[in-house]
């Protein structure tokens, strides 16, 4: 083996590795989102090639709402779907979309869109 | 289920709070309720159909009744400040929501009583208006979360000339029941009024600013504040999704069209051997390398315009830790034009001049592709979803009310409960309603896929959308807005196609996954080229790093379920079958045995005249009219069955006199002077009537289904009379089909043995559940689903909920304009067993499409990203170009959504 070889094979599953830790396991940034005066936590989640935030923090058994605005056209992102509610909407381009839920069991739901390669989380504890 | 005499609330029966009244038992919601009664009961007693002492079959007609009556106008109010309010919530998407917001409201002050109703999403609320106001319970169910639908109407005031007016208009306004809020603008003349339009009407509206003196012009109609951006002279209800749809496609047509235009010249340059070009213009000319500094500015706009989303949609997966079919794309792209660029500008870098080359050919051809193939993914979608858009279109856009005497053409938005509305040959019946004046045929087949005609006539149900066909008639509207049978069908179907089929969840997973494991397949490949593959072995690790990213089509893996599922669920609409969500469908091919319902499912659902058998020489006719004369008094459905008996027979009728029940045995009175006993045989044998030989006959009549009742008259047996509730036409036919689809099926019904072997004989059916009561039919369904059977249930949606629900799937049979039946899975609107057919058939065939495109998406990713790789390479020397990879990519999505439109030409199998 060359240098250039040895050299090539070291970085190439450096950055396999990398890919690996990164698409699937580092921490992804959660945000926490507080509850208002009236009671609801709402959220303001931009649709654009993914779900910005993606993952957020809320309390279990209070109502919560998620504002989706979806700037993009991409059919990609349409839909977008919350399969342990059993709840999906279309989400109109530049147009906020609200979703409303109540969750009172602590744990972690994911939502994504309708081919599932947009993801997100809400994490109630 | 009882209705509430006093404030007309559905009450679960048996309910805590009841009076016996006037020899019949009334049912409360509240102790409140029950004392308003009892304090004065003439008050509340309007109808007789509010006793709720009914057989389970006379359950049936009250409890249909009593739904329609929930839509009337629901606001009353009482002497003492006590008002009651219905107040329509949205997002009441669970139960448990419920009780927050029933607590929520009853902890006011001044709240009475407060009531969900999960079915109907609304709020009934008593209060005191003294003590507190509708909005500030409006108020109290938003802060816990919930919305509050509301209308929003704008009118046009004419005649305010000061600030005062405004005051004086929106106090005024403010006091109508059902007026959330009211601003009255001066500078532009306007009012913004939000209300709830099942308590109050527009008419009602304005008339209140008109006793004020002053003008009003019906500039707009009424529309949620969220569609106000739309109805600027907008005739046509506009999908804004499908215009977004247009707008990209359009917008990737042109980046296809210019990437394309450049892919041409760089190809042509790119390969000079090829064409025999002259030398000036082979590898290492002076010429070539002028053509590819070219070539490499000119590619910059195909990949940073044409292929702009590729490096959006990547970055923003990126920032969020995901990967997509972006992703892929960007970095291919990107790895191609970087190595060609060195190439282009640097080629000294190289130890080997063989390792100079370049890629930009790629980069053109592959954006060109990748982008026309989304182009047409997008436009084969709208396809696919031009069932829901056909619905839209059915919506009529105004009707000819009736009003003040006059007919006005009004848009179709302003028309509110109970308005008169006309209807000419060849027009659009605008909203849902019961006709009540004149005669004519409607064609149906928009909504229940029905081809013939329907005859309509007086009392007869009208749906909104449907086309009225012959004749003129009026009809009083039922159902508007939302509430219209359409309306909910579109909600229905709209929320069935995004919904997702089980199967869906192996892709799901797989799609978290598959593009980083591309990702690292393709670095995995580039490292084993560039160390083990021939030279040049720079530029075969490039080519295949570069295939592998463009070749891999996550699209056409998360594509494959959700548009078949689209285009199946529309093709069920349109045959007037509603699909609930995708579960339901892909669980309905999986049912080998169906639950039938004999009431309303098999049969016709409401008993009618079949036999008069006469003896002792007493004519027919006379036995039927003295009969029918008799139950005119009684309430009974097989009396009405008797009564319409003689009524089509044209028989004349009198008054019966000295009127007397006997319970358990049957009636007797005075008719025409002449005295008349109806019913059972104790109630012969209490008369010491003699039968003479009509008992055999009956037992004979029994065994056919039917309920025969004995006649006596002055004493003596005159006959027989029979009802039966008849089986539908094509329930025999429907039941063969069923069999042949290899289902088990089993017949379920309250009534005696005898009466159901009779019907199970007559339609085919071999195993009969009979004596069933009401309540026990969801542990039957439990019982077969004990068997290991997968269960399918056909009834009703109120009788048979809970049945609906135990089973696997719930088929609801649909009445008119019934349509969001709860419990139901699937819902019939045609009211035919034949739709249970084509229902199952209908989820046969999707599911098929579905695994079709995934088998097909599976297998092509399988096949193309080891091929990608360069597997065949050491046996057949086989290497695909990024060119091919980028064609197959963009085609493979487009194939999925093409094959799911195979499933538009879905046709009911005959035989």
């Not at chain 2, 309306?487 to 199967?503: D, E, L, N």
């Not at chain 2, 079949?610 to 007493?618: E, K, R």
């Not at chain 2, 099926?745 to 069933?772: F, P, S």
Request: hydrophobic share 45%.
């Amino acid at each position: 083996m060359t240098i250039e070889q040895i050299l090539v094979t070291i970085g190439g599953i450096g950055t396999a590795i990398w890919v690996a830790w990164y698409f699937w396991l580092s921490e992804k940034k959660a945000v926490k989102i507080q509850t208002a005066l009236s009671g609801i936590q709402e959220a303001f989640i931009t649709v654009k090639g993914g779900y910005t935030p993606d993952v957020l923090i809320f309390d279990a058994g209070k109502p919560i709402k998620l504002n989706f605005h979806r700037e993009e056209t991409a059919a990609c992102s349409e839909q977008v779907i919350f399969d342990d509610f059993q709840k999906q909407a279309t989400l109109t381009t530049n147009k906020t979309i609200p979703i409303e839920l109540k969750i009172d069991k602590p744990g972690e739901y994911e939502f994504h869109c309708a081919m599932g390669m947009l993801r997100g989380k809400l994490i109630v504890k | 289920m009882a209705l509430d005499p006093v404030c007309g609330m559905e009450v679960k029966s048996p309910s805590k709070f009841y009076v016996h009244y006037d020899g019949k038992h009334y049912e409360f919601c509240s102790e409140n309720c029950m004392n308003k009664f009892k304090a004065e009961p003439a008050k509340y007693i309007k109808g007789d159909n509010l006793n709720s002492d009914l057989t389970s079959e006379e359950h049936k007609h009250h409890n249909n009744s009593a739904h329609e009556k929930k839509t009337d106008a629901t606001y009353k109010i009482s002497s003492e400040g006590i008002e009651k309010i219905t107040i329509p919530i949205s997002a009441l998407h669970y139960a448990a929501g419920i009780n927050i917001v029933e607590d929520e409201i009853k902890k006011l002050s001044g709240v009475k009583s407060a009531k969900i109703n999960f079915a109907a999403s609304s709020a009934h609320v008593e209060f005191n208006n003294k003590e507190i106001s509708a909005k500030d319970i409006i108020e109290k169910i938003n802060q816990a979360g919930y919305e509050t639908n509301k209308a929003t109407l704008q009118i046009g005031i004419g005649g305010m000339y000061c600030g005062s007016c405004v005051t004086k208009i929106e106090n005024e306004l403010k006091k109508v029941h059902g007026v959330m809020s009211a601003s009255v603008e001066l500078g532009t003349d306007t009012a913004l009024i939000d209300y709830s339009p099942s308590s109050v009407n527009i008419p009602e509206i304005k008339g209140v600013i008109e006793k004020l003196g002053y003008k009003t012009y019906s500039t707009s109609g009424v529309k949620p504040i969220k569609a106000k951006d739309e109805k600027q002279g907008a005739e046509e209800p506009v999908d804004e999704d499908q215009v977004a749809r247009e707008k990209e496609y359009k917008t990737l047509m042109r980046k296809f069209i210019f990437a394309a235009m450049v892919a041409l010249p760089v190809v042509f340059f790119s390969y000079p051997e090829l064409w025999g070009l002259p030398v000036q213009f082979q590898k290492g000319s002076e010429m070539l390398r002028y053509i590819w500094i070219a070539m490499s500015l000119i590619s910059l706009p195909v990949m940073l315009w044409s292929g702009s989303q590729f490096y959006t949609g990547a970055w923003v997966a990126f920032k969020n830790k995901s990967a997509n079919m972006h992703t892929l794309i960007a970095t291919g792209i990107s790895a191609a034009w970087i190595y060609s660029a060195v190439a282009t500008y640097f080629p000294s870098i190289f130890p080997n001049e063989k390792l100079t080359g370049q890629f930009f050919d790629v980069i053109a051809v592959v954006v060109a592709l990748v982008v026309l193939g989304m182009a047409l993914e997008i436009k084969a979608k709208g396809r696919s979803s031009e069932a829901i858009k056909k619905l839209i279109g059915l919506q009529a856009k105004t009707a000819k009310v009736l009003r003040g005497g006059k007919e006005t053409d009004v848009p179709v938005e302003e028309v509110v409960l109970d308005d008169i509305i006309i209807v000419k040959p060849g027009e659009k019946i605008p909203v849902d309603g019961v006709l009540t004046e004149g005669y004519s045929s409607v064609d149906e087949s928009m909504i229940t896929g029905e081809p013939i005609a329907v005859e309509k006539r007086e009392g007869d149900e009208v749906i909104g959308g449907t086309i009225n066909k012959t004749g003129s008639f009026k009809f009083k509207t039922t159902k508007v807005g939302k509430d219209t049978a359409l309306a909910q069908i579109i909600q229905m179907v709209g929320q069935a196609q995004s919904s997702k089929a089980p199967i869906q969840k192996i892709v799901d997973k797989v799609a978290g996954y598959f593009v980083p494991t591309v990702i690292i397949i393709a670095i995995l490949s580039f490292v084993g080229w560039f160390d083990f593959g021939p030279q040049p072995n720079l530029i075969y690790a490039l080519i295949v790093f570069v295939t592998v990213l463009v070749i891999a089509c996550p699209c056409a893996l998360g594509l494959a379920t959700p548009i078949s599922l689209m285009v199946g669920v529309g093709k069920g609409a349109e045959n007037g079958i509603l699909i609930r969500s995708g579960d339901a469908l892909e669980t309905a091919q999986k049912i080998n045995a169906i639950v039938l319902d004999k009431t309303g499912t098999i049969t016709e659902g409401k008993p009618s005249l079949t036999d008069v058998i006469s003896t002792n020489g007493f004519d027919e006719s006379i036995i039927l009219a003295l009969s029918a004369s008799i139950e005119k008094a009684s309430e009974h459905p097989l009396a009405d069955a008797i009564v319409k008996g003689a009524e089509e027979k044209s028989l004349e009728l009198f008054e019966p006199k000295n009127f007397n029940a006997v319970p358990g045995h049957g009636v007797e009175a005075t008719v025409n002077e002449r005295k008349v006993l109806l019913g059972n045989k104790k109630m012969m044998t209490k008369f010491n009537i003699t039968l003479n030989g009509l008992e055999e006959k009956s037992v004979q009549l029994a065994d056919e289904g039917k309920t025969p009742m004995f006649v006596a008259i002055d004493g003596q047996a005159a006959g027989i009379i029979a009802v039966a509730d008849i089986v539908k036409r094509d329930s025999k036919e429907a039941i063969e089909e069923l069999k042949k689809i290899g289902l088990e099926i089993v017949m379920i019904t309250g009534d005696n043995a005898r009466t159901a072997n009779a019907i199970a004989k007559q339609v085919g059916v071999d195993r009969v559940l009979a004596e069933v009561l009401p309540e026990d039919k969801a542990a039957n369904v439990k019982k077969l689903q004990d068997e290991g059977k997968k269960v399918a249930m056909v009834g009703d949606g109120i009788n048979d909920a809970p049945a609906l629900a135990q089973a696997d799937i719930g088929l609801a049979i649909g009445t008119g304009t019934d349509v969001a039946i709860e419990a139901s899975d699937i819902t019939l609107i045609k009211g035919s067993l034949k739709g249970v057919v084509l229902a199952i058939q209908l989820s046969k065939a999707t599911m098929k499409n579905i695994k079709q495109n995934l088998f097909g998406a599976f297998f092509y990713n399988a096949l193309g990203l080891p091929i990608a790789a360069g597997f065949l390479f050491p046996f057949f020397g086989i290497l695909l170009s990024p060119m091919i990879a980028g064609a197959a990519m963009a085609f493979s999505s487009v194939t999925v959504v093409t094959n799911a439109n195979r499933l538009r030409n879905f046709r009911q199998k005959e035989k």
